[in-house]
């Protein structure tokens, strides 16, 4: 069986993370991915996450609903610290079933993957699917070729580029725009019902934001 495993911190998962979950998914054949958000992110200053783990993690399971391959995992969500992903592998490889795995990115940050624990053990355990993004041309992961023992395994997947972040999205929220059709519908209902990404945390329900 050959698993995907999509991390990211999903705040909120949008509909540019479930075209790159399918796309790359249908693309490599694989049978599962399994979306794994961060609890507290290494990467990312633990300040920029608005949403708590658990409404990130409702948002997750409320996006995946209906797709028979799509799963969640609150692994790192429960680990309470910073797991990095070349530790949050072997784990999920040693409880789930899979052959061969995957780690499923956008190209953004592929190229910064120098920064990350161990790239190369990582990638002796993964291989790294780089999927394309708006802004992000696949030639700068060319920079890593020298300084990565294990650069072929990373593989670029041609995805439908979609210019959605989960930035641009917190900022429309915080302008009083509209989000619908960005997030996936039981998405934007989680969002307008706990009023999440609102400067007042004022709730929604029945309105449209
Ligand atoms: P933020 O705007 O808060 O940085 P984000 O939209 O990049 O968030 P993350 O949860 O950080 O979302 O992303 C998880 C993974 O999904 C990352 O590998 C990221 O590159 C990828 N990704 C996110 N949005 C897209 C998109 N529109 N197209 C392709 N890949 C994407």
């Known amino acids: 069986m050959r698993v995907g495993i999509f991390g990211g911190t999903f705040d909120p998962i949008h509909v540019g993370h479930m075209i790159v979950a399918e796309q790359v998914m249908d693309e490599l054949d694989m049978q599962r991915v399994i979306f794994v958000p961060t609890g507290v992110p290494p990467h990312k200053d633990a300040s920029s996450v608005r949403a708590s783990a658990e409404d990130r993690y409702d948002m997750v399971l409320a996006a995946i609903a209906g797709n028979e391959r799509f799963v969640a995992d609150r692994i790192e969500i429960d680990a309470g610290r910073p797991m990095h992903t070349v530790e949050t592998v ?27 624990k161990d790239p190369d053990r990582l990638l002796e355990e993964v291989v790294m699917v780089a999927a394309t993004r708006p802004g992000y041309d696949l030639s700068r992961l060319g920079h890593l070729e020298a300084r990565l023992k294990n650069f072929d395994r990373i ?48 709730r929604t329900r029945g309105e449209l934001l």
Request: glycine fraction near 10%; charge should be positive.
């Open 90 to 116: 072997p784990l999920l490889k040693e409880r789930l079933p899979g052959e061969e795995w995957f780690f499923i990115t956008g190209a953004d940050e592929v190229s910064n993957l120098l920064s990350w």
């Open 155 to 202: 593989f670029p997947v041609e995805c439908t580029r979609v210019d959605i972040s989960a930035t641009g999205i917190r900022r429309r929220i915080l302008q009083g725009k509209s989000i619908r059709y960005l997030v996936p519908e039981g998405v934007h209902e989680i969002i307008s019902g706990r009023g999440l990404y609102r400067a007042d945390g004022k």
